[in-house]
Structure formats: C-alpha cells, structure tokens
C-alpha cells in the first residue's frame, strides 16, 4: 500500500502502529478508556436485602376472565378460583397465538 501511494513502507508502520495505540486508549466515544488497575470501585458490591413483610393472605371470592385471543377465539370464565385463572392464564401464554 506504501508503494502505491509512494510513501515510506516504514513511515507507513509507524502511522499504523500510532493509531492502534491511539485506538486502545480512546474508547467510542472519544473519552479516554478507564485503567483496570485504578478502578475505584470493586467489581462486585454486596447488597443487604431488607426484609418484606408479608401481608395477610386475602380471601378472594370467585372470580371471572374474559380473554379475546388474537385469532378470535374468545374465552370466558365464570366462578373461577385464583389458582385456576392463574393456571389458565399461564397455559394462554404458551399459546402460539399469544406472543
């Protein structure tokens, strides 16, 4: 490439070399990559997770699920207890039509 454009083949590989230096020490954006070695922070920070209080089960009565699914097909539950809509709920959305 150096004779093409008539420049010194050595010129040439110290330009190269410059700039894959230049590249290593800029990041994307033009802002200087940070030193591993002077990182302030670790890498992991260990969290202290705060205890949730747990509320008190809710009696629910009965409950009904209208559902339209795309392909039409309309679904209607009357009655239902929570642990059945949820298990419908989870089947519907392994649907092909679901997603």
């Given amino acids: 490439m150096a004779m093409l454009y008539g420049v010194n083949a050595n ?4 330009w190269i070399d410059s700039a894959a230096r230049q590249d290593s020490l800029v990041g994307p954006l033009g802002l200087p990559r940070p030193n591993p070695s002077e990182s302030l922070t ?8 705060a205890k949730q209080k ?3 089960e ?4 009965p409950l ?3 559902a339209r699914l795309p392909n039409g097909v309309g679904l209607e539950f009357d009655e239902a207890t929570p642990g059945a ?3 419908i ?3 519907l959305s392994t649907l092909p039509c679901s997603s």
Avoid: T
């Avoid at 010129?11 to 110290?14: A, C, T, V």
């Fill in 58 to 61: 809710m009696s629910l009565g």
């Fill in 64 to 66: 009904r699920m209208q």
């Fill in 54 to 56: 747990m509320l008190p």
């Fill in 89 to 91: 709920l989870r089947m």
């Fill in 85 to 87: 809509l949820s298990a």
């Fill in 11 to 14: 010129l040439l590989r110290k």
């Fill in 42 to 49: 670790p890498a992991f920070v260990q969290l202290q997770v």
